[in-house]
């Protein structure tokens, strides 16, 4: 079992996921058709904490290209805590050996791994953290987070990897941050989305009514509304970020870097063996759904409609901000989950992608935390932040 | 979806899954095109696309060369190289 | 039956920039050895992401503009996926929904009169590298220096009627583009997707259409385009084939077209919006400053060089290299006549370039030197023997040329007060040859003429000492 793919300083304090770049240092994105790679330059978020004196500890073990639930299809094999899955960042932060870990969030995968890992996970506004460096997949939507013990903790790294960067050309214009955790809870008024809740399992749906009771002991307002773009805003990121991914991946063909099949004649064969022997089903299965709904015939009838429901969704996010501070979701349907046929992983993330889409599409921040998710309107980090350290005061 | 039609998009994105993976995948395209009809329930008559989330716009850079990266290092990982070139078995014959 | 040819031509036109379109490696003319101005992103690995090259879209919108173009208020880039190993990231960023000029048209005139063209669109996008094939070691090199240069493709509606109209057209975009400084256009730099199809005269419905793609060459583009017609003229009139919608290889050598592979016209590009690249706004104000920038055209050049008096032959010279027109412009805006500027430019430079081996058209020198020199020479303050030999210095070596004139005396001696001074002396020290001359003897005045050519070491204007010492011993006559 791998928590580290590649390790850097037996001190460093900080993991980083094996889906952002250090420079020379080896980067599989946990497949097999990475093997070799070694990234000529950092992510900008790498450089940022490295020049303000962080030490990294090492590379993180992750699901090939970030797509599964939260790291089980590695190439280098699933992380696993008392027989349930486990994301290596959210495992190696609750044992203490990182205070913190820079994750991609595309999917929602460090959300889940950090619900169900007892740590938090902070997911921030779109275009807030630079996103040179990271291998790409969905890039309309993924995010570098931070994984952390505590809000305080996550809200210190997050302040030092945030700001503009030339280099990343969706990168907001805003210099630095400041997040803030001492905001409280008092008088916050929460909105509860009907259609996340409904669909959770009764154990996930218990910890959700238990963090809303602890909530309103601190003085918030707890509110159950409904959003009947949910399930819409599921099927149009799984849409977008699959047709996505589908073209950021076509660069793995064998040619100018990582693994290539020993097993050719020509080009046809080289490229074919390459990818067919490189990529795990789930790669396949997005690449291939990615690559239906951008097909001629299919473009406006599905891409074109996912484009319009992701402004839908945001146009519907920013009324419910109105008049609430922050929304309280659960972060995964399940309360745990157990290693599972790789045949069955796109429709199992396909599932989850109902708790974890709506950030991912509209680029709103979303942190896991005391093994819920909170979402809040854009900028709006400082009150998941403040929420999320009052409730863990509150033990 | 029929088995053909999922070969030809096999091939455009380079690859060839087993006949059981093929299987598989006839049975998500068939899920996942019910799934889709979700999108039909909304009038998107009157809302534009959004591909971006933030609204910017002109983000440039001034035209200036820069070199920062030497030849020999992007060519260390090729799989196959020649000092200055990466190769593949020749395209035409 | 009569038959009609109809031909569309998708034009592509590296810009001269810098450096790319997305990253900041050289541009167009950079590069010497393969894969020299490459990155991370040119060779197609994960991390780096596209930032657009302002120059770009300035470049693009002065070709919209000089081909009469609607030029977009909002214009954004999309993806294209396709595998070729000359692209590197297995996808071209390009404009699909919404390229940056539209319904343009231009005239091209041929022996068969003038017709109007068509543009479609025009849109920017990326190069693909370039691949050398090895027969010995049975490989192909990929070279990514070419990759992300910065392209406009000019999509012309199907409007030309023969070659000789695509020729002609090529021709002009070439000149114009060079002449605004948007492409060099050197070889290899434009590259034309042909369409032809036939059909009966008079009738409007499109026949079967092939494609010829990526040719570069005017001269294979005439000729893959007769041989075309040939073809389809021979199947639709004696049916020697079916005539299929298909692209073809145009071959050189053979000189004939080959049909290509199937799965080349069974792609599907999968074109999506680039999430990477924000929406590009041209707002009235920034389209101002860009056409203000935008040089003279050819044809307005050409009327005021009319203006100035030159001649066609002059035109013709000073047209066909924009620099030149700029160096001339530079030099009458510094005060010296077009005129004169002109013969400076046409026959002094040119005249050492050539000794050089080198034509006119390479021309490099700071205007306001050039504006020195015509006006020491203008002002007596050097002869025109100094002014040449100050202006080989500036073109050798680049020399201030007053600082050159002081250096080498050449001032002092065409300063007829010192011709003088020296004039005075020789007469006040060769009083026997004086008299001799004013005796009537001719040879005398050479003796004296040497004298002061002797004093002026060799460089003095020969017929200012000569003219002054006529004057000097009439006074004593």
Redesign the interface.
Known sequence: MKYYISEINKDGTIAVDDTI?VKGVLCS?GSHIMD??????S?EAVERLEKAGYKLSGKTNVGEFGLDLMGEFSYYGAVSEGGKLAGAAAALVKKGEAKAALNVDLNGSPRRAAALGGVDFIKPT??TVS??????AA???EQIGVTAASAEAAAEVLGVIAGHD?????S??QASYEYKTDEGVKGKKIAVISELFDAASDEVKKTVEAYAEGLKAEGAEVKTISLE?A??AQ??W??LSA??S???F??Y????????TPD????DD???NT??EG?N?LT??T???G??V???GR?FD???????????V?EKMAEIFKEFDAVLVPACGEASYEEYDI?EA??KT?KEALFTAIPS???IPAMATGGVQLMAAAFGESTLLSVAAAMERRG | MTREELKGLEQLNEFAFKADEAEKMLEIFGNMKGEEAVMDSFDLSNTDIMVHVMPMTNIFREDVRQQPFAREDLLKGAPEHTDDSWQVPRLVK | MKYEIVIGLETHVELSTNSKIFCSCGGHSSPIEPNDCVCPACAGMPGMLPVMNKRVVELAVQAGLLLNCEISKYTTFDKKSYYYPDLPAAYQTTQWFHPICKNGHVEVTTKDGTREIGIKQIHMEEDAGKLVHDEWTDTSMVDFNRTSVPLIEIVSHPDFRSADEVLTYLKNLKAMFRFAGISECEEGAMRCDVNISLRPEGTTELGVRTEMKNMSSLVSIERAIKYETARHMDALERNTEVLVQETRRWDDTKGRTFSMRNKETAADYRYFPDPNLMPIVIDDEWLGEIRDNLPASIEEKTAEYKDYGFGDKEIEMLISERGLCAILDAVVDGGISPKSAAAWILTECAGILRKNGELVGSLSIEPSKLVTIIKMVEEGKINRGGGKKVLAAVLEKDVDPVQFCKDNSLDAQADEGAVAAVVADVIKNNQNAVNDFLGGKQKAFQALFGGCMKELKGNGDPQVIRSLLEKELEKLK
């Open positions: 770049l994105a070799g790679f070694e990234p000529l330059f992510a779109y275009g996103r040179y460096g990271v291998i790409p890039c309309s939507g030339d280099k990343d050309g969706t907001l214009p773009e399930k819409a099927l149009a799984t849409v047709a996505e589908c073209n950021n076509s660069r063909d064998g040619v100018k870097f990582g693994y290539r050719y004649k020509n080009i080289l490229y074919v990818r067919t990529l089903f396949k299965a690449v291939l759904y690559s239906n951008l097909s001629k473009y599905c891409y074109d409609k996912a484009l319009r429901i992701r402004r839908l945001s045949k796109f429709e396909y599409i509209t680029g």
